[in-house]
């Protein structure tokens, strides 16, 4: 039987158009899914748990500055923490930009920081 052009052709057509399509935009969509299975991100452990650090924000007074060593002592509720403060620590005084030497015993602040193998370090201080 031959068929001429017309709407059962044109359906047919159609149909197998859609379908073609269905099966590229499956595949495609497939393919991030499967490389994201074989490409495992790295944990804290394969990282190395020295390079994660936590965070941490702390309020209290300064106890002791020592800028020979660029460490501050503060004293937090839960008792004294030392931290160590870098050339890229940012230090705000009353609203404006501050120094190290504006670092004071008695000083009240707030500190955020890092945790690594034990050293927190101050990403921020502010002193009020």
């Known amino acids: 039987m031959i068929q001429k052009k017309g709407w059962p052709l044109r359906l047919k057509r159609m149909g197998a158009n859609l379908a073609l399509g269905a099966l590229l935009c499956g595949l495609a969509c497939s393919i991030p ?6 490409s495992p991100s ?6 190395g748990a020295s390079q994660v650090g936590l965070k941490f924000t702390v309020t209290g007074a300064i106890d002791s ?4 060593k660029n460490t501050i002592v503060i004293n937090t509720p839960s008792g004294k923490m030392t931290i160590a403060v870098t050339p890229t620590t940012a230090i705000t005084a009353h609203g404006q930009i501050g120094g190290v030497s504006d670092l004071r015993q008695g000083g009240h602040v707030t500190v955020s920081g890092t945790q690594r193998n034990g050293t927190n370090t101050a990403l921020s201080i502010t002193i009020k």
């Open 65 to 68: 500055v020592d800028y020979a």
């Open 42 to 47: 790295p944990s804290p452990q394969s990282a």
């Open 33 to 38: 899914a499967a490389a994201a299975q074989t």
